[in-house]
């Protein structure tokens, strides 16, 4: 249950507050002066504070600088009266989450706080590379999620992540829906100078666009019909921290070029402002789509492309990584074993063969849903084949079909732009097979892709393993005489 600390010398509305948010499921606790709101928050854990701003002794502003020179980084809602342009200018550069006047509109009331818990809950999800079976119930404030798997392309993916997370960097990060995206993007968070700081996760898909400039820059009162008073965006909101953006590639031009500014010059402005507005601001973005293709066919502005390319991951498919499906499996089971207190052991041979064998074309978030419902229909302690449902065989093609046109796509922009380095070989003293050079490259991959197994390798490229010996052999033979007479 979520705790919210509501600091105010009024008692009438200390107990309006209290009892509008205990029938909402929170739990409520009361200060009356901003000394005694700082020693609950010394001894206690609380999710969202609501503070009055005139209060006696400490008012809220000098109350809330010292809550956040203590480090202490749970939102702070200011209440007062007494709002201004120039109170609410004070209190976000003090670190409020936001502001709200009084009388309040319960509506009103209830967004705001319901947007401050849910960056609340954001910036406490802990993810790392690795969680052992009996930490995964969710222990004081912080909630703890992994990333699972030790195959290579994700070895890989932890290597991006060490090296660049303490860097102050925009990063994109791609892969197909259910990889995992967000979840890289917050160990980038905690692994960063940022962690403590605001983390605000935007699906840029899920906002209609005439309120997505509202929702992300804000807007000042009568910036349009029922603005009556200012709204703080979601950048702004995250000063000092990190926003990442979720499939940015629906984002609007328009809107594109307002997201260049804050990256090229750090500010911003309000919908309807005149005002420009600084922003420290590191944006990590992510995508399922190919953004190439995008800024070639005029859709995203590719001066923004490179700004956020500046470092890019790949997150591979649940397919390209079979290897870790069991771990995944095991991580699952704890996890919600624990959630749901079912004590699940382990699941059956026939479980685990049908999901290696299975393409999981929803990835990682598919197989996570699958073993949480299989969890809730288990009876017993070992799941079996009657409590897993994956998708029909023509339905696994369908989707198959759909995921193999979307590589093939990226495949092919990325041929056209590396062919024309790889011709000019051809013009310059360099008298080696092209196709050959491909060809072997592409072999000796799929073999340290597949663990230097023949039989994986040649299913993987489509040819008979007597076929991938022979090549195989040539090349060895010929890289050995390469060296024999260099």
Same mark, same amino acid.
């Given at each position: 249950?979520?705790?919210?600390?509501i600091?105010?010398?009024?008692?009438?509305?200390?107990?309006?507050?209290?009892?509008?948010?205990?029938?909402?499921?929170?739990?409520v606790?009361?200060?009356?002066?901003?000394?005694?709101?700082?020693?609950?928050?010394?001894?206690?854990?609380?999710?969202?504070?609501?503070?009055?701003?005139?209060?006696?002794?400490?008012?809220?502003?000098?109350?809330?600088?010292?809550?956040?020179?203590?480090?202490?980084?749970?939102?702070?809602?200011?209440?007062?009266?007494?709002?201004?342009?120039?109170?609410?200018?004070e209190?976000?550069?003090?670190?409020?989450?936001?502001?709200?006047?009084?009388?309040?509109?319960?509506?009103?009331?209830?967004?705001?706080?319901?947007?401050?818990?849910?960056?609340?809950?954001?910036?406490?999800?802990?993810?790392?590379?690795?969680?052992?079976?009996?930490?995964?119930?969710?222990?004081?404030?912080?909630?703890?999620?992994?990333?699972?798997?030790?195959?290579?392309?994700?070895?890989?993916?932890?290597?991006?992540?060490?090296?660049?997370?303490?860097?102050?960097?925009?990063?994109?990060?791609g892969?197909?829906?259910?990889?995992?995206?967000?979840?890289?993007a917050?160990?980038?968070?905690?692994?960063?100078?940022?962690?403590?700081?605001?983390?605000?996760?935007?699906?840029?898909?899920?906002?209609?666009?005439?309120?997505?400039?509202?929702?992300?820059?804000?807007?000042?009162?009568?910036?349009?019909?029922?603005?009556?008073?200012?709204?703080?965006?979601?950048?702004?909101?995250?000063?000092?921290?990190?926003?990442?953006?979720d499939?940015?590639?629906?984002?609007?031009?328009?809107?594109?070029?307002?997201?260049?500014?804050?990256?090229?010059?750090?500010?911003?402005?309000?919908?309807?402002?005149?005002?420009?507005?600084?922003?420290?601001?590191?944006?990590?973005?992510a995508?399922?789509?190919?953004?190439?293709?995008?800024?070639?066919? *005029?859709?995203? #502005?590719?001066? +923004?492309?490179?700004? @956020? /390319?500046?470092?890019?991951?790949? %997150?591979? !498919?649940?397919?390209? &990584?079979?290897?870790?499906?069991?771990?995944?499996?095991?991580?699952?089971?704890?996890?919600?074993?624990?959630?749901?207190?079912?004590p699940?052991?382990?699941?059956?041979?026939?479980?685990?063969?049908?999901?290696?064998?299975?393409?999981?074309?929803?990835?990682v978030?598919?197989?996570?849903?699958?073993?949480?419902?299989?969890?809730?229909?288990?009876?017993?302690?070992?799941?079996?084949?009657?409590?897993?449902?994956?998708?029909?065989?023509?339905?696994?093609h369908?989707?198959? *079909?759909?995921? #193999?046109?979307? +590589?093939?796509?990226? @495949? /092919?922009?990325?041929?056209?732009? %590396?062919? !024309?380095?790889?011709? &000019?070989?051809?013009?310059?003293?360099?008298?080696?097979n092209?196709?050959?050079?491909?060809?072997?490259?592409?072999?000796?991959?799929?073999?340290?892709?597949?663990?230097?197994?023949?039989?994986?390798?040649?299913?993987?490229?489509?040819?008979?393993?007597?076929?991938?010996?022979?090549?195989?052999?040539?090349?060895?033979?010929?890289?050995?005489?390469a060296?024999?007479?260099?």
């Amino acid at each position: 249950m979520e705790k919210i600390l509501i600091v105010d010398d009024d008692e009438g509305l200390n107990h309006f507050l209290g009892r509008f948010f205990k029938r909402k499921g929170y739990e409520v606790a009361v200060s009356k002066c901003g000394l005694s709101a700082m020693e609950k928050i010394a001894e206690e854990n609380f999710d969202l504070v609501l503070m009055d701003y005139k209060m006696p002794g400490l008012n809220g502003l000098d109350t809330l600088h010292k809550i956040k020179e203590s480090s202490v980084n749970t939102p702070i809602i200011l209440m007062t009266a007494y709002g201004n342009t120039e109170t609410a200018i004070e209190a976000m550069k003090r670190g409020a989450y936001d502001y709200l006047s009084k009388p309040f509109d319960r509506k009103e009331l209830s967004r705001v706080v319901g947007e401050a818990l849910a960056l609340s809950r954001q910036m406490k999800e802990f993810v790392s590379f690795a969680i052992p079976p009996e930490s995964h119930k969710e222990t004081g404030a912080m909630r703890s999620r992994a990333i699972i798997g030790h195959s290579k392309p994700m070895q890989a993916v932890y290597k991006i992540i060490g090296q660049i997370a303490e860097k102050d960097v925009s990063v994109l990060i791609g892969g197909e829906s259910g990889t995992g995206k967000e979840l890289v993007a917050r160990a980038i968070y905690h692994h960063s100078k940022r962690k403590g700081k605001p983390f605000l996760a935007i699906n840029c898909a899920a906002i209609p666009e005439n309120l997505f400039e509202s929702e992300l820059f804000g807007y000042e009162r009568g910036a349009f019909t029922g603005a009556d008073r200012a709204k703080i965006g979601k950048i702004e909101r995250c000063h000092g921290g990190i926003c990442f953006l979720d499939e940015i590639g629906e984002m609007s031009v328009a809107l594109q070029a307002k997201l260049l500014r804050v990256l090229q010059e750090g500010e911003m402005e309000r919908l309807g402002g005149r005002e420009t507005i600084p922003v420290d601001v590191r944006i990590i973005a992510a995508t399922n789509k190919n953004l190439d293709h995008e800024v070639q066919s *005029g859709k995203f #502005r590719e001066d +923004l492309y490179w700004r @956020l /390319k500046v470092i890019s991951i790949f %997150i591979p !498919p649940l397919r390209a &990584r079979t290897e870790d499906i069991p771990p995944l499996v095991d991580y699952f089971l704890a996890r919600f074993g624990a959630e749901y207190d079912k004590p699940i052991r382990h699941v059956s041979e026939g479980v685990l063969e049908k999901f290696l064998a299975y393409s999981w074309p929803g990835n990682v978030r598919e197989l996570e849903n699958c073993v949480r419902r299989a969890i809730l229909l288990c009876a017993g302690d070992i799941i079996s084949e009657d409590h897993i449902e994956l998708l029909e065989p023509s339905q696994e093609h369908q989707l198959q *079909g759909l995921n #193999r046109d979307k +590589l093939l796509d990226s @495949l /092919k922009d990325k041929l056209q732009q %590396i062919l !024309p380095e790889i011709l &000019r070989l051809s013009t310059q003293d360099i008298h080696a097979n092209i196709l050959e050079l491909v060809e072997e490259m592409i072999i000796m991959e799929a073999l340290a892709a597949c663990g230097q197994n023949q039989v994986q390798a040649s299913k993987l490229l489509g040819i008979s393993r007597n076929t991938l010996r022979h090549r195989q052999k040539k090349y060895l033979e010929k890289n050995e005489e390469a060296e024999l007479y260099s």
